[in-house]
T-cell receptor, first 114, second 115 residues
Framework: KTQVEQSPQSLVVRQGENCVLQ??????????LRWFKQDTGKGLVSLTV?????DKTSNGRYSATLDKDAKHSTLHITATLLDDTATYIC?????????????FGAGTQLIVIP | EAAVTQSPRNKVTVTGGNVTLSCRQT?????MYWYRQDTGHGLRLIHY???????QIGDVPDGYKATRTTQEDFFLLLELASPSQTSLYFC??????????????FGEGTRLSVL
C-alpha cells in the first residue's frame, strides 16, 4: 500500500517559470518530511526538512510547506533553471529516533525547457 | 568530504548468477541501508545495519542477503539472481533516522540487469 503519493507524476515548465509539487501521505506517526532532488543517474540529495505541525522552510529558490493535519506538503521552485531538471522525492519519517523508518514517494519528474 | 561510494555502477548478470554490490561510507555513520528503486515505486528498503556485524531486515528482503563487515563497508548479496531483481540499487548512510540527525547521504546507485 502506497503511503506517500506525489503529484503530478511529471511536469514540464519553461525556464524562469515557477512550479509547485505536491505530496500527500498517510504515514502515522509523521515525525518529519524531507524533500530530495535526484538528478538522472545520481543519488538523492536533501533539499529541506519540515518538522512542525504547520511548517515552512526556504532554501534559495526552493521553499516548502507542511500541514500535518492535512498530511500534505508542497515544494515550490521559483524561477526555474535548466539544472532544476530532476526527480523530486518526498520522504516521510515516522519517528524522530533511530527506530524510525523512511517512507518514500515515487517522485515527480520535472523537466525544465529553454 | 562526506561520501557514499557504490561499486560497481553497472552490472549485468544471468538468471541464477551470483552478484555482490559494495558500498563504502566515509561519514562515520552508524546506519547503512540498501534500497531498490523501480519505476512507479518509491525507494524500498531491502536491508539495513546499525553497526559492524549487525543486520536488520527491511521491507523487501526476499532474495537478498547483506553483510556489514566494518563500520564503513556494507555489502548486498544476490546468490541466485532473478529477473525480478533487475533494478537500480542505492546505498545510504546516516547517523540515525530521526530529523535531528543529518539527512541520509546516498550513493550514486548501481544499475543491475538480470537477464
Amino acid at each position: 500500500k502506497t503511503q506517500v503519493e506525489q503529484s503530478p507524476q511529471s511536469l514540464v515548465v519553461r525556464q524562469g517559470e515557477n512550479c509547485v509539487l505536491q505530496c500527500n501521505y498517510s504515514v502515522t506517526p509523521d515525525n518529519h518530511l524531507r524533500w530530495f532532488k535526484q538528478d538522472t543517474g545520481k543519488g538523492l540529495v536533501s533539499l529541506t526538512v519540515l518538522v512542525d505541525q504547520k511548517d515552512k522552510t526556504s532554501n534559495g529558490r526552493y521553499s516548502a510547506t507542511l500541514d500535518k493535519d492535512a498530511k500534505h506538503s508542497t515544494l515550490h521552485i521559483t524561477a526555474t533553471l535548466l539544472d532544476d531538471t530532476a526527480t523530486y522525492i518526498c520522504v516521510v519519517g515516522d519517528r524522530g529516533s533511530a527506530l524510525g523508518r523512511l517512507h518514500f514517494g515515487a517522485g515527480t519528474q520535472l523537466i525544465v525547457i529553454p | 568530504e562526506a561520501a557514499v561510494t557504490q561499486s560497481p555502477r553497472n552490472k549485468v548478470t544471468v538468471t541464477g548468477g551470483n552478484v555482490t554490490l559494495s558500498c563504502r561510507q566515509t561519514n562515520s555513520h552508524n546506519y547503512m541501508y540498501w534500497y531498490r528503486q523501480d519505476t512507479g515505486h518509491g525507494l524500498r528498503l531491502i536491508h539495513y545495519s546499525y553497526g559492524a556485524g549487525n543486520l536488520q531486515i527491511g521491507d523487501v528482503p526476499d532474495g537478498y542477503k547483506a553483510t556489514r563487515t566494518t563500520q564503513e563497508d556494507f555489502f548486498l548479496l544476490l546468490e541466485l539472481a532473478s529477473p525480478s531483481q533487475t533494478s537500480l540499487y542505492f546505498c545510504a548512510s546516516s547517523s540515525g533516522t530521526g530529523v535531528n540527525n543529518q539527512a541520509p547521504l546516498f550513493g550514486e546507485g548501481t544499475r543491475l540487469s538480470v537477464l
